[in-house]
Structure formats: structure tokens, C-alpha cells
């Protein structure tokens, strides 16, 4: 319905002068005009060469293009960032190309290879977009995590305390709303205080399928304030609000804050006869409402009737403006989907697309002559000098570029390995970072860790303790104070170097987002470092992707992982979180077996996650002690370990089998090829650290013709020796290994639903163990020896 939202406060417009709204109103215009025509030239007048349909969504795009510009082209600051709603792409090309950021051809090219992307995209759209978009709730999310770095950043001083801080806006879709990431991040960034941001709500009450629910929105404005935030409601424009003023004009009001939502949308669509029909029908006792009925013609009827808010220019600058502080605002703004096109408020308008005659005739309503349709101002009542005028005061016009530089963090040559027989991989992480944080210096100054209440159990107590938690005010860590015993001391303060979340995975991947954007965004790099439990990787995923295709960079510790965590049972085991690790872009992933491995990849890591072309980091660890090799790490075994993989036990020459193992199952292979040595002398152990470098980069070489890793290493075997391979995850993380060489191969992992259990039950279940190892390798053998 659309029944008044409380929330709505009074407040002083900051006047725009009339020459500004003149303005604004026919950039705004022009913004409806050049989205809807990139969408229709995509689509209408590209050539097609596949026969697929190209899309672009007109009605949404017209939906926001009041919103937007006023936004674009006045409010923003140069230091403000946006998330903008998916498919309100091509209002932010116009917007863009209006301001000089986007060049004609790109705009011709909308959704074609190298043109403007089919949704705002960080990497692929050359550094005018803030925030990437395209999976609905998580470019909303991602702006309160930005916020919430912005103030970390000044609170540490590592960006200039008296610039002033920006606000991070997100432009979010009604149904949009419906993703619960949207509220996980709600609850996060009240705990946190998060502060300058604004989330605009284009409340066109449709989603893709269909009108939006009447019940949906009746809580909203309830549910932000319960949060801190300031609901601001921009309902009415002016037009209806005079309508209103007008004798009986509160029963228009009351009939219009009553009409059910798919009513009101069918009327927008039917136009002025069927507004007609159904206020006689419902209102003509009042001679208040027959005035208004006679007074406007079916055309000025429509418009009166769809006059809300966040299509009246004057409306969305006063709400605006009139915010001057920093309490977290959600401007609920009532709009028309397809607003000023032929299927405003039509349910399945969506993916709809103007028809050549439809075009034909929105070109003639905007006087834009044949011809003249890229041009910025043609069609426009004012003089084009005027609006160039404008349009270079803008701030964002007179802003330089939106992606900042920071200087890199240098990283040592080493980090020591860390001390102990027998330890895990998840000890060594522990006493890596604890080291660190220790160390004096500019490194571990900008490393910050965070973790959705995993901290202590993925053993980055010790850098918390050293380092404290991170909050914007002080806070006494009362256990400590009241002499209760703990070996955590959670000591919270603005100089804290861990953001500890609350258990939300999708928290986890967009503060990891935003703290691995720092720099770009903000021009203060941070070295961040994010714990979880491996199998949670996948609650996180979509979130986890987002991150990495807007390029941001970090590093993710998953801990502990697999079946060789035992007891804990099995809806904690992962099992596909390795080929994740594989086949994810943007992330390069590893599964040490051994602290000297681990200390080498951690190293090698900070720098990676800082290269131009690098990537983020996953490492993949285990809880299980492993008695460590006693053993000196050199340049090439170092080179080797991060290039994914090494001999364990040199194969003899012509080795005729290898046993590949990845990861805490190393005691098991290194027994089984200790089984073997009798029967197959020479048998390699080959230590894999990186299926996923190792893959790559093999199949790099098979384009470029250069020798790869895998290739050099199998060649020390004979060409028709036998592979096993031996993972604590799917046995598809290594099986790919037998293509390489074409060698015959036996892949030993785990591909079914884990259970509790000892590490020697389950390995043997599961078929991990050195048993199972050396009885696969005699079938690879026979397999090879069939050939
Ligand atoms: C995670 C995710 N699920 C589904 C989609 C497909 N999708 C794109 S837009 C949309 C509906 C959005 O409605 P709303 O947010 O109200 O935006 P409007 O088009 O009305 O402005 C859907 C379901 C998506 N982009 N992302
Ligand atoms: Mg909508």
C-alpha cells in the first residue's frame, strides 16, 4: 500500500536556487533518454551475431534516474562512494558520460566485449566505479563495511584526520531488500557504530517477477530505527501535495495511501482513463476530487496521479541536503518502475524492452532529433552552454580521479619458522602472526585481522592480545579488570588491530571487501587478514566472489578443514572447499602440510595480495599435530613451495610411481611411500602446497609452450609410471594431475558426508590412510602396466 511511512521528519531545504532544478531537471531527462536509448541501440540496432537477446532493463533504469542524477550531478562529494543497484547500469553510464567519465563508444558498446558493463563493475568499467555490483544485497552491505574501514583508517591515522570523511551510499532496490546479507550487515554495523552512510531505497514496489508484497514495507522504517538509523521518506511530490492542500484533498490522499500496491501499479500503466474510472468510482461524492477530475485532462491526470516523490527533482534535493550529519540515513523513496515509459508500472516490465515504434515515439516526446541521440543536450529546453556550465561546476566533475594510490608495505625477506617438533598448521599460523605482532614496524602496523567469532579457535588470540580489538570508543575488558583468569585479554579501543564480526560469514567476505579495497578506495593500504572455518567458506561464497571480482585483496585463513578434524564431526568437514580454491579467480589458494611451508607462503602472501597484478590468498590449514621435517628452507625449495609443489623424496631416475599428497595427510603418505620402497624402489613422494598454482600454471604452459611445474616434476618419472594422489578433500583437487603426463592414476580423497571419529577411523573409512594408499598403488601400478 501506499500508506504514509512514519519516520518522514520536517526538516529546512536547503534551497536550490531555480536555475539549479532547471538544470538538474533536464540532465535528469536526459539521463531517462540516454539509458533508455544504449539499451535500445544494444539491443535494436547492433547487429546480432549469436541471436541471443542482449537485455538491459529500462524500466528499473527509469525507475532511479531522478535519484541519481540528483545525486551525480549535486549532492555527492568527491570523496562520497556508491554501490549502485545492478541494473541501474545504464543510468550510471549516462551519468558518467555526462560528467566526461565515459566515452561515447563505450555507451554504444553497452554489454558488448569491451563496452560499458551490463552492471557497474570496479575491474572491467576502468576506475569510475566505487563499488561493483550485480548480485542483489551485497553492493548494499559492502558500503556499511566500507564506512566502518573509512573510520578505522582515520582512527588509526593512516588517512588525514581532518579530510573529511565521505559518506558511502548505497542505491539499493525495494525487493533488493529481501537479501538477508542486507540485515546481517544491519546488525554488524549497529554493534560497530558505523556512521556516513545512506542507503536510498528506489521503492517502485515490483521485483523482477511481480508487484512487491503491500506487508513488506509496512516495518521497514520501524525495523532501521530499531538500529540507530534515521528513516527519511520521500513520498509525496509536489504536485500531489497540493493536490492534497486542496479542498477534499485529504481524501485523495487517503484513497491513494490505501490503493494496494498492485492497483496502484496497474493504474500507472492503464494511464489517465483508469485513474479516472476509479476515483469517480470511489470519490465523486466529493466536490473537492470532481474539481481535481475536471481541472486535469487524462494526460495531467497520469501525471498528477504518478507525481511521488522520488521523481520530483525539488522533493529528492530537499531530503537530501537536508542530512548534515553522520547518523546512517535510509531515504525511502517512492518511485515508478518504468517511470515516463510506455510500460510504467506494468508487473512484468522488468527485462521489457521498447519496441521500435514505442522508441519512435519517446524520441519525438524528447525532442531528440534522428541522429542527435548521443549528443548531451540535444532536445533539452535549455542552452547548451548553460548545462556545460553546470556540468563542469559539479563536484564530481572538478574531483580527480575516483581510485586513489597508496605506497606499498614492505614485507621482509623471511618470517621465521616457527619453533615446535610437533605442531599444526593452525599452531604455526597462530605463533606466525604473534610474531608479527610483536615486531615493531610499518608491516605489522597495517596488517589488521578479522573473524566472524572465530578468532580464539582459528588461534589468533596471540595477535589479539598483543594487538586489541578494534572499536571506535574505549572499552575496559572487564574479565581482565575484575582478575577473572583468561589467555585472551579483549581490550577494545580505536588503536585495536582486529574487527571481530558477529557469525556471519557474508560479514566476513564484505569486510574483507572493503578492507582489501582500502587503498583504492581510500589511499591508505591494509594488509588484511580473515580467519573462518574452512566448511564456511560456502555460507559465505556469493560474498566471497563479490569480493574478488571487484579485485579486493587479502588474505583468508581456513581453519581447520577436512575430515582430519575428526571429533568435531562432519557438518564441520569440508570437502569441495579445495577445488573452490582451484577454480575461484582472484584467489590463489594453498594447503601446506608443515610450519616452514606455511612461514614461506605467509610471507609470499603479504606480497602477492600488494602486487599489481596479484591476487588474494587463501590458505587452506589443519588442526592435526604433524612431527616437522628437520630441515633448512632454500631459495629453490622456497620457490618451489610457492609455486605449488616439490619432491618430498626424490623419485630414482625413471621412477616408475609417485604418491602426490597435499596437505595434513603427510604422515600417510610419507608411511605408505616408506611401505612401498621394498617393492618399488625409487617410488617419488611428491609434496603438493598449491593444486590450484600448480593448475594454472600447467595450463598456462599449454598455451605458451613453456615447460610448467607439473611438467618438470612428473618428467623425473618414467613416461608410463603410476600416480597416487592423497588429499583430506575431493579427490578432483589432484586427479587432474594424471592428464599432465598422461600418467595412469589412482585419486584417493574424500567425496562423501563426513562423521565424527578418530583421525585413524576416519582416514580409514574414507580410504586416506597408508593402507589405502599402498594398496592404490598397486592397482595404479597394474593400471600402468596394462597400458
Ligand atoms: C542474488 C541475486 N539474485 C537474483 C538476481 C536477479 N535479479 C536481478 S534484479 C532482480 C529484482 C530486483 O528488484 P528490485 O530490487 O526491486 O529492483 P527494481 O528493478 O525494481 O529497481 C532480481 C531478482 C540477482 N541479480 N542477484
Ligand atoms: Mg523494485
Not at 523482477?208 to 534515521?230: C, N, P, Q, Y
Amino acid at each position: 500500500m501506499l500508506r504514509a511511512l512514519p519516520g518522514g521528519r520536517n526538516r529546512e531545504p536547503a534551497a536550490a536556487s531555480a536555475e539549479k532544478l532547471a538544470c538538474l531537471q533536464a540532465l535528469e531527462k536526459k539521463v531517462l533518454w540516454l539509458s533508455t536509448w544504449m539499451i535500445h541501440n544494444a539491443n535494436h540496432l547492433r547487429p546480432s551475431r549469436d541471436g541471443l537477446k542482449v537485455g538491459g532493463h529500462q524500466a528499473s533504469s527509469a525507475s532511479v534516474a531522478t535519484l541519481m542524477t540528483a545525486l551525480y550531478l549535486d549532492v555527492m562529494r568527491p570523496q562520497d562512494r556508491v554501490a549502485v543497484k545492478p541494473h541501474a547500469a545504464p543510468v550510471f553510464h549516462a551519468l558518467q558520460y555526462l560528467l566526461g567519465r565515459q566515452s561515447r563508444d563505450k555507451l554504444e558498446r553497452f554489454r558488448a566485449y569491451g563496452g560499458a558493463q551490463s552492471y557497474p563493475s570496479r575491474s572491467k568499467d576502468g576506475g569510475i566505479v566505487d563499488f561493483s555490483t550485480g548480485s542483489v544485497g551485497l553492493g548494499v552491505g559492502m558500503t556499511l563495511f566500507a564506512s566502518l574501514v573509512q573510520d578505522y583508517l582515520r582512527l588509526h591515522r593512516l588517512t588525514p584526520a581532518d579530510a573529511a570523511p565521505g559518506r558511502m551510499i548505497a542505491l539499493a532496490g525495494d525487493a533488493e531488500l529481501d537479501e538477508g546479507n542486507i540485515f546481517e550487515a544491519l546488525l554488524e554495523g549497529w554493534k560497530h557504530d558505523v556512521r556516513n552512510l545512506w542507503w536510498v531505497v528506489d521503492y517502485n514496489r515490483q521485483s523482477l517477477d511481480a508487484v512487491v508484497s503491500d506487508r513488506l514495507f509496512g516495518r521497514i522504517d520501524a525495523l532501521f530505527e530499531m538500529f540507530g538509523w534515521r528513516v527519511v521518506t520521500l513520498k509525496y511530490g509536489r504536485l500531489l501535495q497540493a493536490a492534497f492542500a486542496r479542498p477534499d484533498g485529504d481524501q485523495l490522499r487517503e484513497w491513494i495511501d490505501s490503493c494496494p500496491n498492485s492497483l496502484y501499479s496497474a493504474l500507472v500503466y492503464k494511464g489517465g482513463e483508469g485513474w479516472r474510472e476509479h476515483l469517480r468510482r470511489d470519490l465523486n461524492r466529493y466536490p473537492g476530487i470532481r474539481a481535481i477530475l475536471d481541472e486535469h485532462d487524462d494526460p495531467a491526470l497520469a501525471r498528477l496521479m504518478t507525481n511521488l516523490a522520488g521523481h520530483d527533482m525539488g522533493s529528492v534535493l530537499d531530503a537530501f541536503h537536508a542530512v548534515g550529519d553522520d547518523q546512517p540515513t535510509c531515504f525511502i523513496a517512492y518511485t515508478i518502475k518504468g517511470y515516463g515509459l510506455p510500460f510504467a508500472g506494468h508487473k512484468d516490465n522488468h527485462a521489457g524492452l521498447m519496441n521500435p515504434d514505442q522508441m519512435a515515439s519517446f524520441q519525438a516526446s524528447m525532442a531528440v532529433p534522428q541522429g542527435a541521440e548521443w549528443e548531451p543536450f540535444a532536445g533539452l529546453d535549455l542552452p547548451s552552454a548553460e548545462l556545460a556550465a553546470f556540468l563542469e561546476s559539479v563536484p564530481l566533475a572538478r574531483a580527480s580521479s575516483r581510485q586513489r594510490q597508496s605506497a606499498p608495505i614492505e614485507v621482509p625477506a623471511q618470517l621465521p619458522v616457527p619453533r615446535g617438533r610437533i605442531q599444526s598448521t593452525q599452531e604455526a599460523f597462530g605463533r606466525l602472526l604473534g610474531g608479527l605482532a610483536s615486531s615493531e614496524g610499518e608491516l605489522a602496523g597495517h596488517i589488521v585481522t578479522t573473524s566472524p567469532d572465530v578468532t580464539v579457535s582459528t588461534n589468533l588470540g596471540g595477535w589479539v592480545n598483543r594487538r586489541g580489538v578494534f572499536d571506535r570508543a574505549e572499552r575496559a575488558d572487564i574479565f581482565r579488570e575484575e582478575k577473572v583468569v583468561s589467555a585472551q585479554r579483549w581490550a577494545m579501543a580505536p588503536q585495536g588491530q582486529h574487527i571481530e564480526l558477529g557469525i556471519a560469514e557474508s560479514n566476513l567476505f564484505l569486510n574483507l571487501a572493503a578492507l582489501g579495497l582500502a587503498g583504492p578506495l581510500f589511499g591508505a593500504r591494509l594488509l588484511p587478514i580473515g580467519t573462518l572455518y574452512d566448511p564456511f567458506i560456502k555460507r559465505g561464497l556469493d560474498a566471497l566472489n563479490y569480493a574478488l571480482y571487484q579485485d579486493a585483496r587479502f588474505i583468508l585463513v581456513a581453519t581447520p578443514s577436512g575430515i582430519t578434524l575428526a571429533p568435531e564431526g562432519g557438518a564441520h568437514q569440508s570437502v569441495v572447499e579445495p577445488l573452490i580454491g582451484l577454480g575461484q579467480p582472484g584467489l590463489v589458494a594453498f594447503e601446506p602440510a608443515y610450519a616452514d611451508e606455511l612461514a614461506v607462503l605467509l610471507r609470499w602472501a603479504l606480497e602477492e595480495i600488494q602486487r599489481d597484478d596479484g591476487e588474494s590468498v587463501y590458505l587452506r590449514l589443519s588442526t592435526r599435530p604433524l612431527e616437522q621435517p628437520a630441515r633448512g628452507i632454500d631459495a629453490a625449495l622456497s620457490e618451489a613451495i610457492v609455486a605449488g609443489a616439490y619432491w618430498l623424496r626424490e623419485p630414482a631416475p625413471d621412477a616408475e610411481l609417485a604418491i602426490v599428497y597435499c596437505g595434513a595427510v603427510a604422515p600417510e603418505a610419507l608411511a605408505a611411500h616408506a611401505a612401498i620402497s621394498e617393492d618399488v624402489p625409487g617410488a617419488g613422494l611428491l609434496a603438493i602446497t598449491s593444486p590450484s598454482r600448480l593448475h594454472r600454471d600447467w595450463r598456462a604452459g599449454l598455451a605458451s609452450g613453456a615447460t610448467s611445474a607439473a611438467v618438470r616434476l612428473l618428467g623425473r618419472l618414467r613416461p608410463d609410471a603410476a600416480l597416487v594422489t592423497v588429499a583430506d578433500s575431493h579427490p578432483a583437487t589432484l586427479s587432474w594431475l594424471g592428464a599432465v603426463a598422461g600418467n595412469a592414476i589412482v585419486p584417493l580423497g574424500v567425496d562423501g558426508f563426513g562423521q565424527s571419529g578418530d583421525i585413524p577411523d576416519l582416514y580409514r573409512v574414507y580410504g586416506l590412510d597408508a593402507d589405502a594408499i599402498v594398496d592404490a598403488a598397486a592397482r595404479a601400478c597394474l593400471g600402468a602396466a596394462a597400458r
